[in-house]
């Protein structure tokens, strides 16, 4: 069991579909972040939020739409997605973004883009 | 550019010491972290090294040498959970962004 929890486990959606992955934790950390995992690679960073604000985009395609609508919840809004895009996705949070603290991954949304 | 290095995979019997090294070139370097990730799984947070020496934690430690930009991850009596993978990272820059390494599969035989 994680403290970060992400909804769903696994989303299959066609290349049209408008879906969203969703990502919760309590334990009053500050910076929220999204990650993307291929099959026996590393996460690779996709965005931060710091304080509910937008800090780093690692120039990700505007298909992929993030929203932090408070301190404790994380959104991926997915759109017109491609079969390459099909892999892992990770919600991490960390006390604070420019520390030392530790991320706190959750278990991810395994999405399967046909 | 930025680079990590770590061996792809390790193979070790149960209750052996396992050594993973990490060799990183980083524009900047703040500190190296350990991650663990089990197939399936969530990557999870083991060590932290932000000055030069030894970290222990439990059967597992963790080494930095900040001027051979070199570290590691020992794992002594080695469990079949140990199984999985683990990622070394580097935070490179004030923003703390984390560089993760390939990753290093250990597997433990019985």
């Known amino acids: 069991d994680t403290e970060v929890t992400q909804t769903p486990k696994h989303l299959v959606m066609g290349m049209t579909n408008k879906k969203s992955l969703k990502c919760e934790q309590h334990?009053?950390?500050?910076?929220m972040y999204w990650y993307k995992q291929k099959a026996k690679k590393p996460p690779e960073l996709m965005f931060v939020?710091?304080?509910?604000?937008?800090?780093i985009n690692e120039s990700v395609p505007s298909r992929f739409s993030p929203e932090c609508p408070n301190s404790s919840l994380l959104n991926l809004h997915l759109h017109a997605l491609q079969p390459e895009d099909s892999a892992l996705y990770l919600c991490?949070?960390?006390?604070?973004?420019?520390?030392?603290?530790?991320?706190?991954f959750g278990n991810g949304t395994r999405l399967t883009v046909t | 550019g930025q680079s990590l290095e770590q061996p792809s995979e390790v193979t070790a019997v149960e209750g052996a010491i396992v050594q993973i090294n990490c060799t990183y070139q980083?524009?900047?370097?703040?500190?190296l972290s350990w991650y663990q990730q089990h197939d399936g799984g969530a990557p999870t947070f083991l060590s932290y090294?932000?000055?030069?020496g030894l970290e222990e934690t439990g059967r597992f430690s963790s080494f930095l040498s900040r001027s051979d930009s070199y570290g590691y991850l020992l794992l002594q009596e080695l469990q079949m959970k140990d199984s999985a993978s683990y990622f070394c990272a580097v935070r490179a820059d004030s923003w703390g962004k984390l560089q993760f390494g390939a990753g290093t599969q250990v597997v433990v035989t019985p």
């Open positions: 939020y710091s304080y509910e604000k937008l800090s």
């Open positions: 334990m009053g950390h500050r910076a």
């Open positions: 991490a949070s960390s006390q604070q973004r420019a520390t030392d603290s530790p991320l706190h």
């Open positions: 090294n932000a000055l030069d």
């Open positions: 980083t524009s900047g370097f703040y500190g």
